[in-house]
């Protein structure tokens, strides 16, 4: 018994990590394509929308993830979100829904944490689904404290 | 893939119905007739041009045609069809033992075809489709179900009238 009884995503938590050598590791380049990348920040009419495989990934995520950019970042545009901590969340479903409808997106993946306070990203974006005129996949991935893909679908709409 | 596979529940439901419907039409009176042309404009209609052809030229067009379960795939739709013609010979030569051979061939390819579909193929491509082909295909499936969409309801309530009569026909038999 840990003895802590507050929300799961505030709890504390260390990985015991080997310290890997200096050197050791060759440089991943990034496959960031876009900035900004906060929802809050980005334009769902900016180009690199327009058709696009879209990543909606929770702040956390790309921290959790050791090879984020090239499994999932790669080749998809990128928003990134805190359904915890983030205010005016209202206009997430109007711009997600503008992703759907104007940005005519291909499909969205939304990532996020095990934690029980990240399911409301995925919320959010079923939500923008529900009052859509325009229909289109969206697939989720739950991702572990220390990286690994807990669970992978596609949502049904 | 999903889409695909509630697809096959309307399907199905028809082949389910063929052992109460063999033997109990009446191929010389018209509303006999009627139902088994009906039947074959089900078959032809929504289970071939609606979602055989959304396998055909959507989804089976993502893999390498020389694969042997995409050709066995293929005979099957060949042979399903070739059973629905069958069906309307036989109903033109006032046959009605061509008629029920050939919608229990049709039953048996499609139950079958049905199985390994569900259970083996879909679940297999699902698996080797990228995020980006998935969306490409939802939209162009999409497209197919606007265009078929008065027909999908037709046919819903086509196969609904048929279990209507004829379940509760076999119902009240065997009681």
């Known amino acids: 018994m840990s003895g802590f009884s507050g929300c799961p995503g505030s709890r504390t938590v260390e990985f015991k990590k080997e310290d890997s050598r200096e050197g050791g590791a060759p440089k991943v380049p990034s496959q960031l394509r876009q900035w900004p990348i906060q929802l809050h920040l980005v334009s769902p009419a900016a180009p690199y929308y327009q058709g696009a495989d879209v990543l909606l990934a929770a702040d956390c995520v790309p921290f959790a993830m050791g090879n984020f950019h090239n499994d999932f970042l790669k080749g998809n545009a990128l928003a990134i979100a805190c359904p915890k901590l983030d205010g005016g969340q209202e206009t997430y479903v109007e711009k997600i829904r503008a992703w759907y409808e104007e940005a005519k997106i291909n499909t969205l993946t939304v990532m996020i944490m095990q934690v029980p306070c990240c399911r409301g990203l995925l919320a959010t974006a079923v939500q923008a689904m529900q009052g859509s005129k325009r229909k289109v996949p969206i697939r989720y991935v739950f991702v572990g404290l220390q990286g690994e893909v807990l669970q992978e679908e596609w949502v049904e709409t | ?175």
């Open chain 2, 1 to 175: 893939m999903k889409r695909l596979v509630d697809e096959h529940e309307l399907i199905q439901r028809f082949i389910a119905l063929v052992p109460a419907i063999a033997g109990r039409f009446d191929v010389e009176s018209e509303s006999g007739r009627k139902l088994i042309l009906d039947g074959v404009d089900f078959i032809r209609s929504y289970a071939d041009r609606t979602h055989h052809a959304k396998e055909e030229d959507i989804l089976f067009a993502y893999f390498d045609p020389d694969l042997d379960i995409l050709k066995a795939m293929l005979d099957d739709h060949r042979r399903g069809r070739a059973h629905a013609k069958e069906i309307l010979d036989a109903l033109e030569r006032r046959d009605p033992g061509g008629i029920v051979e050939n919608l229990f061939g049709y039953a048996e390819v499609l139950a079958e075809h049905i199985k390994k579909e569900d259970e083996i193929l879909y679940p297999w491509m699902d698996r080797n489709l990228s995020t980006r082909q998935v969306g490409e295909m939802f939209a162009r499936f999409r497209e197919v179900d606007e265009r078929f969409l008065e027909a999908r309801e037709k046919y819903e309530s086509f196969v609904g009238t048929l279990e209507e009569t004829f379940l509760s026909r076999s119902a009240e038999v065997s009681r």
